[in-house]
T-cell receptor, first 113, second 119 residues
Framework: SQTIHQWPATLVQPVGSPLSLECTVEGTSNPNLYWYRQAAGRGLQLLFYSVGIGQISSEVPQNLSASRPQDRQFILSSKKLLLSDSGFYLC????????????FGPGTRLTVL | AQKVTQAQTEISVVEKEDVTLDCVYETRDTTYYLFWYKQPPSGELVFLIRRNSFDEQNEISGRYSWNFQKSTSSFNFTITASQVVDSAVYFCALSEAPHGGTSYGKLTFGQGTILTVHP
């Protein structure tokens, strides 16, 4: 069966510091991968998606970037965090063919102080 | 543009009551998918169901049932005999069909409905 991992689970970072959140998927090949942000416990905002290694599409221009160095690895980064980057970050995957249902990881709760 | 509206911000019921969560969607696509997700206090979104636009049959899974009506662009979710463990935020979502030679279809989420089931 497929599983998706995210780490760290929680993170407290000062403004201006860098960020790296990692997501890995097991048990599937060539998945579509996604990063979402959820602010204030409501509403999910799609940040990035990837349909293959090195292929990244950004949905919202912002202070963040994403990379996919391996088939089942998706990384969310920032060079300098802003207060507004605080939130709950969710990684998700979907099968490479059909369906479109997305399966979510446990999330990372980021607080920028 | 796609849009999903969950008009009920919060619902509070007592255990064993039935509860229906409403979802209304807008899309110009003729082929699309509808979803429901559950987000318990732990935060992880749990996939509950997917429906494609050509399948209007209602579905039942245990205490959960879904009513898809294309005529009213609605995809409502009913929990029968609710339990405290059903307390969560529930999201309805809409996805366009894959296009452009890829399998990617953007998922548009509603704002969610907070369901609280009291003992």
């Amino acid at each position: 069966s497929q599983t998706i991992h995210q780490w760290p689970a929680t993170l407290v970072q000062p403004v201006g510091s860098p960020l790296s959140l990692e997501c890995t998927v097991e048990g599937t090949s060539n998945p579509n991968l996604y990063w979402y942000r959820q602010a204030a416990g409501r509403g999910l905002q799609l940040l990035f998606y990837s349909v293959g290694i090195g292929q990244i599409s950004s949905e919202v221009p912002q202070n963040l970037s994403a990379s996919r160095p391996q088939d089942r690895q998706f990384i969310l980064s920032s060079k300098k965090l802003l207060l507004s980057d605080s939130g709950f970050y969710l990684c998700a995957w979907s099968p490479g063919t059909g369906g479109n249902e997305q399966f979510f990881g446990p999330g990372t709760r980021l607080t920028v102080l | 543009a796609q849009k999903v509206t969950q008009a009920q911000t919060e619902i509070s019921v007592v255990e064993k009551e039935d509860v229906t969560l409403d979802c209304v969607y807008e899309t110009r696509d003729t082929t699309y998918y509808l979803f429901w997700y559950k987000q318990p206090p732990s935060g992880e979104l749990v996939f509950l169901i997917r429906r494609n636009s050509f399948d209007e049959q209602n579905e039942i899974s245990g205490r959960y049932s879904w009513n898809f009506q294309k005529s009213t662009s609605s995809f409502n979710f009913t929990i029968t005999a609710s339990q405290v463990v059903d307390s969560a935020v529930y999201f309805c979502a809409l996805s366009e069909a894959p296009h452009g030679g890829t399998s990617y279809g953007k998922l548009t989420f509603g704002q969610g409905t907070i369901l609280t089931v009291h003992p």
